[in-house]
């Protein structure tokens, strides 16, 4: 297993649930880490200012998803305060609940541009980089949706089974170069995203609870360390869809 530690760690939606569990459990690994927002600002400080009390190096950086220009510009500001990104975790996302004929083109795009097209733009720009250093990881935050449908709607699942075909894609091209990519498909993790939704309860899981955060976040440095591990979706459900 490799030392992560001083290896600089962008995580995207990382003012919340999963992604802020991410970033904590990477700079407990000695990784210095960005913290991607775009509306939460206090919440991302606060996420900076606990890895800071435990010693830690991180700051928060602000992009919309949505705009290309903006995850250009998150990583230039990156590289300016922490130095070349070497662990990328593809993490931010939306889940809007539409009825299936309210669905049109506009909500589709959303999703697809939010979930898919923004992990896609920040592994190029990243990608070259991690090349020429021979050392790379790439983490693409998908969901049991892309292999079930799950509840909320085509459009977000069609957005995470996008993530894990770019991840293998990525897997393949990259193998011989240092550089692994990998998927992580959580279902049901508690967090503020499923709060209040009454289409999703325990009962769906076979293991009758929701996952907690640290269950994700602890497979992230897992696949940060891991050099072998390559190409793959690590299924982190409570058994809602078996491989």
């Known amino acids: 297993m490799d030392d992560i530690g001083g290896r600089v760690a962008l995580v995207t939606g990382a003012s919340r649930g ?20 775009n509306r939460s600002r206090e919440a991302a400080d606060q996420a900076v200012a606990e890895i800071e009390n435990r010693g ?18 998150m990583v230039d500001t990156v590289e300016a305060g922490l130095g070349p990104v070497e662990i990328l975790v593809n993490n931010a996302g939306i889940n809007p609940i539409y009825p299936l004929g309210e669905i049109d083109v506009e909500r589709w795009n959303e ?27 790439l983490i693409m935050m998908s969901s049991v949706a892309a292999h079930i ?11 995470k089974a996008g993530q894990l075909g770019l991840m293998r ?16 498909a959580p279902a049901l993790i508690e967090t503020d995203m499923i709060a209040g939704n009454d289409q999703i309860t325990p009962d769906l899981i076979p293991v009758k609870r ?17 050099a072998y591990m390559n190409g793959q ?11």
């Open 18 to 37: 999963i992604g802020r569990g991410a970033a904590i459990a990477l700079a407990e690994a000695g990784c210095p880490v960005a913290l991607g927002y």
């Open 56 to 73: 830690g190096a991180a700051i928060a950086v602000q992009a919309d998803m949505a705009d290309t220009a903006a995850l250009d510009a």
């Open 111 to 137: 999703a697809l541009q939010i979930n898919l097209t923004s992990g896609f733009v920040l592994c190029q720009r990243v990608v070259p980089g991690m090349r020429e250093r021979g050392w790379g990881r």
């Open 149 to 159: 449908g799950g509840v909320i709607g085509p459009h977000y699942a069609a957005s």
């Open 169 to 184: 894609s990525y897997a393949r091209m990259l193998a011989t170069e240092g550089v692994t990519s990998n998927a992580i």
């Open 210 to 226: 929701f996952g907690r955060v640290d269950e994700v976040s602890d497979m992230v440095v897992h696949l940060a360390r891991n």
């Open 233 to 243: 979706t690590i299924n982190i459900d409570g058994g809602m869809y078996m491989s």
